[in-house]
Every structure is written in structure tokens, then in C-alpha cells.
């Protein structure tokens, strides 16, 4: 029976899914764009100039993104797919070894050897293929994980995660720009770390404090880059 609040395979794969990708996008567009944009910055006052960077950055950070998740998830599925494909072959083929493999694994699992047996006799009975992707393989036939969705969530999430610098950035005015930049993108990845803790169910100062120090990192290196080639041009 299940609890309130506790998480369970069938929602949470699909959960997780979402969240990976959309954490890490929304998480790479705040950071990436705004180390492009501070450094941009570092190196010119061209209000143009910057908004360029980052909007540039903005749509190749989301295409490359999405297309990284695309194949990711792709070559995931694919695997998943050849297994489940080989799994069907071996109960077509040898039905009554498979039983026995699968009431090993109960068996594994600190079951008796009878009521293993048993278990996997009513299983297969039910739905061996199922039954042997569950158990043998961690895989439910009916919930594979989908790069379209993937995709999508890392296109979107990069995206406006990216425009928290772009606009911080741009907006102000030329003595105003990095420190608004700076504070608008820490409290974005603090935001981040927040719903990645709260949905994930993981520690939230942590995955704050991981946010932040990579943003903070992120943000000094490249300003300072570009005051070096700001300096060094001209």
C-alpha cells in the first residue's frame, strides 16, 4: 500500500526524467550565458555588443541542449529497446528456463526457494514479459524514458534560464550591469537548487550552495577574461 508522500517507480521515472533535464538546462542557461555575458561585459560597455553575446548564446546554449538530450535519451531508449527485444526472444525460445531464471532473482532477493518458484509461476502466468522486464532488466515496458520530452524540456528550460542574465544584464544601466547580473543570476541558481531539492527530494542547502559556488566561479573567471582582452585590445 502506498504512503503519502513517498515515491513510487511508476510517476517517479518520469519525474526524474523532467527534472534532470530541466534542472540541468534551466542550470546551464543561467550559468553559461551569464559567464558569456559578464565577460562580454568585462570587455566592453557596447550595450549591443553584450545583448548580441548573450542572445547568441540563448539560442545556440537551447538548439545544443535539446539536441544533446535528443541523442542522450535516444541511444538510452535504444538500449532499453534491444533488451526488452532480446527479453522477448528468450521467453518465445526457452520459456521454462526463463521461469527459473526469474525465480533465481526472487530467490536473490531472500525469498525461499519454493515461494520463489511460486511468485514466479503466478507472474509469469500474468505477464511474463512484464514480469522478466521488471525483475531481470529495471526496465517498465510501458514507461520508456522519451528524448522528444527530454529535448523539449532542456530547449525550454536552457532558454529561460539564459534570458535571467540577458535581461539583468542589458537592462541597467552601464554602472549597474555586472552587479545586477551577479545578484539576478545567484538568486536564480538558488531558486534552481531549491526546486531540484524540493522535487528530487534531496538536501536543499546543498544543492544551493553547489549552485551558487558554480555560478559565483563561473561569473569571476570569465569578467575577468574579459578585462584581460578588454585591456589587451585596446
Given at each position: 500500500?502506498a504512503h503519502?508522500?513517498e515515491?513510487?517507480?511508476?510517476?517517479?521515472?518520469g519525474?526524474?526524467?523532467?527534472?534532470?533535464?530541466?534542472?540541468l538546462?534551466?542550470?546551464?542557461?543561467i550559468?553559461?550565458t551569464?559567464?558569456?555575458?559578464?565577460?562580454?561585459?568585462?570587455?566592453?560597455?557596447d550595450?549591443?555588443?553584450?545583448?548580441?553575446?548573450g542572445v547568441?548564446?540563448?539560442?545556440?546554449?537551447?538548439?545544443s541542449?535539446?539536441?544533446?538530450?535528443?541523442?542522450?535519451?535516444?541511444?538510452?531508449?535504444?538500449?532499453?529497446?534491444?533488451?526488452?527485444d532480446?527479453e522477448?526472444?528468450e521467453?518465445?525460445?526457452?520459456?521454462a528456463?526463463?521461469e527459473r531464471e526469474?525465480?533465481?532473482?526472487?530467490q536473490?532477493?531472500?525469498?525461499?526457494?519454493?515461494?520463489?518458484?511460486?511468485?514466479?509461476?503466478?507472474?509469469t502466468e500474468?505477464?511474463?514479459?512484464r514480469?522478466?522486464?521488471?525483475?531481470?532488466?529495471q526496465?517498465d515496458?510501458?514507461?520508456?524514458t522519451s528524448?522528444w520530452?527530454?529535448?523539449w524540456?532542456?530547449?525550454v528550460s536552457?532558454a529561460?534560464?539564459?534570458?535571467?542574465?540577458?535581461?539583468?544584464?542589458?537592462?541597467?544601466?552601464?554602472?549597474?550591469?555586472?552587479w545586477?547580473?551577479?545578484?539576478?543570476?545567484?538568486?536564480?541558481l538558488?531558486?534552481t537548487?531549491l526546486?531540484?531539492a524540493?522535487?528530487?527530494?534531496?538536501?536543499?542547502?546543498?544543492a544551493?550552495?553547489?549552485?551558487v559556488?558554480?555560478?559565483a566561479?563561473?561569473?569571476?573567471?570569465?569578467y575577468?577574461?574579459?578585462?584581460?582582452?578588454?585591456?589587451?585590445?585596446?
Amino acid at each position: 500500500m502506498a504512503h503519502p508522500g513517498e515515491p513510487h517507480h511508476d510517476d517517479l521515472a518520469g519525474r526524474l526524467n523532467w527534472l534532470r533535464a530541466g534542472v540541468l538546462g534551466a542550470n546551464d542557461g543561467i550559468v553559461s550565458t551569464a559567464g558569456l555575458v559578464v565577460g562580454v561585459a568585462g570587455a566592453t560597455t557596447d550595450r549591443t555588443a553584450i545583448l548580441a553575446a548573450g542572445v547568441a548564446g540563448l539560442v545556440a546554449g537551447s538548439l545544443s541542449m535539446a539536441g544533446g538530450e535528443y541523442v542522450s535519451v535516444s541511444t538510452q531508449r535504444d538500449t532499453e529497446q534491444a533488451a526488452l527485444d532480446k527479453e522477448r526472444r528468450e521467453l518465445r525460445d526457452m520459456p521454462a528456463e526463463e521461469e527459473r531464471e526469474l525465480a533465481g532473482i526472487y530467490q536473490e532477493q531472500g525469498l525461499s526457494a519454493e515461494l520463489a518458484a511460486q511468485v514466479a509461476a503466478e507472474l509469469t502466468e500474468k505477464d511474463a514479459f512484464r514480469a522478466h522486464a521488471q525483475a531481470e532488466l529495471q526496465i517498465d515496458p510501458d514507461n520508456l524514458t522519451s528524448p522528444w520530452q527530454a529535448a523539449w524540456a532542456s530547449l525550454v528550460s536552457f532558454a529561460l534560464g539564459a534570458l535571467v542574465p540577458v535581461v539583468a544584464i542589458t537592462a541597467p544601466p552601464t554602472s549597474w550591469r555586472v552587479w545586477t547580473c551577479v545578484v539576478s543570476v545567484l538568486l536564480g541558481l538558488v531558486a534552481t537548487g531549491l526546486v531540484s531539492a524540493r522535487l528530487g527530494g534531496g538536501e536543499p542547502r546543498r544543492a544551493v550552495a553547489r549552485n551558487v559556488l558554480m555560478g559565483a566561479t563561473t561569473m569571476v573567471v570569465t569578467y575577468y577574461i574579459g578585462v584581460l582582452f578588454g585591456v589587451t585590445v585596446g
